[in-house]
């Protein structure tokens, strides 16, 4: 039911979406569907969470196997489910404003939508296949998505490298959970969890964990797969804000969070994630701090709180995980919020270049609010979210005995810190200094977009703050997704405010940093961007295998029908006699109870030279004349041989076909295809012994019976059963009816074939 | 197996596969229609060849008639050919319309057009 | 009005008529669907390459269609009473003999349904093949 329901009102937007265009005053209700599922979520689930009460359930599909739709509300899913479908809300009326006039809007809303319905159900499946089908069903909306524009070779060569990615991390993922499966002996996450031991035992657990972790990492753009995630940029705003910081590439970290009590614990886990993670977090940072596109910008440190989010999981502490969820959460809040604001940006000058934007406050006074909360949020300053969110993290990062991990996670923090103010403070409210003609004195549309464009990152700016000084709000959600995740883990109570403390003092160092690193980063801006090696290495390994394949369909597909012919008949012809030959031999005895009488032999000698003549004349006439007396030829022998209505079918198909063959050619004007002579006694080489084996193969079968028992209960059945003397009758129209309707099909398609090619042919004419 | 009928069908499978090689359009389709024939005759004449007796039965079955699965197939046989061979010609049409050509080597190119 | 055109005013319903014999008959003697439908296709092709009366020009491209779908419904209206009887998928369902003047004994069941469907699909595919190389040939000579 509660499945159901949430399913069912994000489903009613591919109704209602499509009425946009009727009522576009009214465009901003497309976010309708997405809110109410959110209420209808959060108001279900959220009482049965709390009273320690599990919604599941369960469709059949493969019961044998044991693999079936299993549905299940875990304290983490239902997380994810509201960043999903709240976040969702926002961005759909969001994108109202943003895609206004835009021909292909429908298309958007729709893509978007059908996102969150994969991505929800991602957060509420239970079972491994289940999740692994929404899973690629995001890879592939977000291909669909970063490659919105088309017309463009950059976003569609951009979207195929995210596709290829994160579809190849996805199959990794299917044999890792495959194998996973085939160790724990169950498909859904809860029984694998009940069998964690098994698995983390077994010989097979490194190879699970490499899969599976493979599929993770390229999802949420770990290193050394990061690089997809800024070329992703090139999608619509609406999309990068959603799919590209606050929801899909959480999927990733969403499946790590899963697995923890499954996979997670041990040596080789703890070090791959938080190795992973803390490279991770620098390299995104340094990507950040080198460019001047603010979008990229953010991109940058989307990958750092990947990083970092990905290196508390690998820590697995109580107080890890719980610092993972309240980044995960906090970043999804400012980061959506930043991402729309710099859309609205764009729009409203037409640059994102971080150098041209300066003063921007005076016009758009909304927008530079909500960009300055969500902004000290992401620094992480007191009383934000992002505050509470680094605080945590701190504290669970002090008691780890590896001091660089200290020093990584501060300055990690610190260039965050840094671009935040990059990109929040500097476009709205610094001066410009040097008076030049930029883009911000462009007096062209200066002022505040539709209302629809600011509303949406405000509110979520609103909730930082508001999550910051009362956590409370969200805490008791936060810990049911600890406790989903460990169970046994002691719930820390969320506080602003801690007393003066070792993650205080880190958090100032970090601050002071972070200012230091912000004034130097001026220097560290690259005029062009170079490509990074991971993209180089993708791009000469694309390159390669389609070259591979570019190359063997030049030699295996020719074009020419008789290169494919020869192959054919020779592996045929050599096959069947290296078979055949050492077991029948090669002599053909000949032994008859058949009467021949003159006609046949006549006949069959007519038919025998008009198949030759058909060879060799080059008149068409004479080829369809030929073609008409070998027709009737084996209507004939079909008459003698007792199949009166196969004559007579023969007879009337023949004549037809004569017919409407001599209708199309004559209007052919004969060629001169004539064949080389050499390369002409080759095909008849090959024919000759083609029809060689024939005739070998033929008079070598004695008589099979193709199946007496059928034959003679056909017969014997067809007056007492079938009401009918005709037994071939008989068996087209009853016994066998399944083939001839098959059959019946084949000719209307036939028929729909040639109406169309001769469709367009008339077409052309007129 | 009935030496004529052997010959037959071994005679129309090779004439059909000849045909097949040449460069003209309207051989290709007589290939299909020798090769068609030669496959009908070898299905009608693996089930037993008998003269003269169709399947006609009354209330009682007779001993000996001729029998009627292999030719239930082949009258299928026949009439799917039939529709193969009609498509064909079209595409013949479609072809000599859109190349002014009935040339098979010309069509290898299908992705320029 | 040449010899064709004439004789096909006579012949072509003659065909038709005879096909519908074919069909009924095929059950207890050589005929049935396939064979009715040839016949009643070559009527077609004679009229076709006789041109159209242009009382039913219009008609005669869609008929084609019409045809082909008819017949693929009547197929399926022919295991319709097996399905809802219960019996297996497509077993045949008979009523009780009759005796009617001139036909004589009649017996009718699903498998003649059947085989009406057969014979639309099969003259439905020869018109259409009809036209479409009949419409080609003759606007190549009108150039």
């Known amino acids: 039911m509660f499945f159901a329901l949430t399913f069912s009102i994000l489903a009613s937007a591919f109704l209602l979406v499509p009425l946009i265009k009727k009522f576009s005053g009214a465009r901003v209700l497309v976010s309708l569907p997405a809110g109410l599922a959110f209420f209808a979520f959060l108001f279900m689930g959220w009482p049965s969470l709390r009273s320690g009460e599990v919604i599941t359930h369960t469709l059949e599909w493969f019961p044998s196997m044991g693999i079936n739709l299993d549905f299940q509300l875990t304290g983490m899913g239902f997380v994810l489910g509201l960043l999903v479908m709240g976040i969702g809300a926002l961005i759909m009326s969001y994108a109202s404003g943003y895609m206004k006039g835009d021909a292909k809007e429908t298309r958007l809303y729709l893509l978007l939508y059908s996102f969150m319905v994969a991505m929800v159900g991602l957060a509420v499946s239970n079972n491994l296949l289940l999740f692994f089908i929404f899973w690629e069903l995001t890879s592939i909306i977000s291909y669909l998505l970063v490659g919105f524009k088309h017309e463009y070779e950059t976003s569609r060569k951009n979207a195929l490298q995210a596709l290829l990615i994160t579809g190849g991390g996805g199959i990794a993922m299917l044999i890792g959970l495959v194998m996973l499966s085939h160790v724990g002996g169950a498909w859904t996450f809860t029984e694998l969890t009940a069998n964690a031991h098994l698995i983390t035992e077994s010989a097979l657990y490194p190879y699970i964990l490499t899969l599976v972790l493979l599929g993770a990492f390229t999802k949420s753009a770990q290193f050394p797969f990061h690089f997809w995630l800024p070329n992703a940029m090139g999608a619509p705003t609406p999309v990068s804000a959603y799919l590209h910081s606050a929801t899909m590439v959480k999927a990733g970290i969403f499946l790590m969070f899963v697995m923890t009590p499954i996979l997670g614990g041990t040596e080789l886990w703890k070090t791959t994630l938080i190795t992973t993670g803390s490279i991770t977090l620098l390299v995104g940072g340094w990507f950040g701090l080198t460019q001047k596109d603010l979008k990229a910008i953010l991109a940058g440190t989307t990958i750092s709180v990947l990083g970092l989010i990905t290196f508390l999981i690998g820590i697995g502490s109580d107080k890890a995980i719980l610092a993972a969820i309240l980044v995960m959460v906090a970043h999804a809040l400012y980061k959506a919020s930043l991402f729309m604001m710099v859309g609205a940006v764009d729009l409203a000058t037409g640059t994102r270049n971080i150098n041209e934007l300066r003063g921007l406050k005076k016009w758009m006074p909304l927008t530079a609010t909500a960009a300055l909360l969500a902004g000290l949020s992401k620094m992480g300053l007191p009383p934000f979210y992002g505050f509470i969110a680094k605080e945590y993290l701190y504290k669970a990062a002090i008691p780890l005995p590896m001091e660089w991990i200290q020093a990584v996670l501060v300055l990690g923090n610190a260039i965050i810190l840094a671009l935040a103010i990059k990109v929040s403070i500097i476009p709205f409210f610094a001066k410009d200094k040097e008076k030049q003609e930029s883009a911000s004195d462009n007096p062209l549309h200066k002022n505040e977009l539709d209302w629809t464009m600011s509303v949406s990152p405000f509110v979520l700016a609103i909730l930082g703050v508001l999550f910051g000084a009362f956590p409370n709000l969200i805490t008791p959600m936060v810990h049911t997704a600890v406790h989903s995740i460990t169970p046994e883990a002691n719930l820390y109570a969320v506080k602003l405010w801690s007393g003066v403390n070792w993650p205080l003092i880190l958090s100032i160092f970090t601050v002071g940093l972070g200012l230091a690193l912000f004034f130097s980063s001026r220097w560290l801006e690259k005029k062009e961007t170079p490509k990074s090696w991971g993209v180089v290495i993708y791009e000469r390994l694309l390159e390669a295998v389609l070259c591979l394949f570019k190359k063997t369909t030049r030699v295996v597909q020719s074009g020419y029908l008789q290169n494919y012919l020869a192959v054919i008949l020779i592996a045929t012809v050599a096959l069947v006699a290296w078979k055949s030959i050492p077991t029948m031999g090669l002599w053909v005895s000949y032994e008859s109870n058949l009467t021949l009488t003159p006609i046949i032999i006549i006949t069959a000698v007519i038919m025998l030279i008009s198949a030759f003549w058909i060879c060799i004349t080059k008149s068409k006439l004479n080829s369809i004349i030929a073609l008409g007396v070998i027709g009737a030829g084996v209507a004939l022998l079909f008459a003698y041989y007792s199949a009166p209505d196969l004559a007579i079918t023969q007879l009337l198909v023949e004549s037809l076909i004569v017919v409407m063959f001599a209708w199309v050619i004559k209007d052919i004007k004969p060629h001169n295809l004539s064949t080389p002579l050499l390369l002409n006694s080759w095909y008849l080489i090959i024919s000759a012994s083609f029809s060689l084996l024939i005739f070998t193969l033929v008079m070598k079968s004695k008589l099979v019976n193709l199946a007496p028992a059928i034959s003679q209960k056909m017969v014997e059945m067809s007056y007492p059963e079938g009401f009918g003397s005709n037994v071939v009758n008989v068996t087209l129209v009853d016994f066998r009816a399944l083939d001839t309707w098959g059959e019946a099909t084949v000719i209307s398609i036939a028929a729909i074939g040639v109406w169309i090619l001769g469709k367009n042919l008339i077409s052309k004419k007129s | ?113 | 009005m040449t010899l064709i055109s004439s004789s096909t005013r006579v012949i072509a319903p003659l065909l038709i008529l005879l096909s519908l014999v074919i069909l009924y008959r095929g059950h207890n003697l050589p005929g049935g669907g396939f064979i009715g439908g040839l016949t009643a296709a070559a009527a077609m092709m004679l009229i076709t390459l006789n041109g159209v009366p242009s009382k039913f020009e219009k008609h005669w491209n869609n008929l084609s269609l019409v045809l082909i779908g008819s017949g693929l419904v009547t197929l399926f209206c022919s295991f319709l009473p097996s399905l809802m009887t219960g019996a297996a998928f497509m077993e045949a369902m008979w009523l009780p003999t009759v005796y009617l003047p001139i036909l004589g004994k009649v017996k009718l069941g699903t498998p003649l349904i059947f085989d009406i469907g057969i014979y639309l699909a099969v003259i439905g595919f020869s018109i259409k093949c009809a036209n479409v190389f009949h419409a080609n040939s003759s606007s190549e000579t009108d150039h």
């Open chain 2, 1 to 113: 197996m009935e030496l004529i009928i052997s010959l037959l069908i071994a005679g129309f499978f090779g004439t059909g596969v000849y045909c097949l090689f040449q460069r003209s359009f309207i051989k290709l389709i007589a290939g299909l229609i020798l090769i068609g024939q030669g496959a009908n005759l070898l299905v009608f004449s693996v089930g037993g060849l008998m003269s003269l007796k169709p399947a006609f039965v009354g209330k009682e079955a007779p001993p000996m008639v001729a029998d009627p699965l292999p030719q239930a197939l082949v009258l299928t046989a026949i009439v799917i050919s039939f529709g193969l061979i009609i498509f064909t010609i079209s595409l013949l049409l479609k072809a000599q319309r859109e190349l002014k050509s009935d040339d098979l080597n010309q069509l290898n190119t299908t992705d320029t057009l």
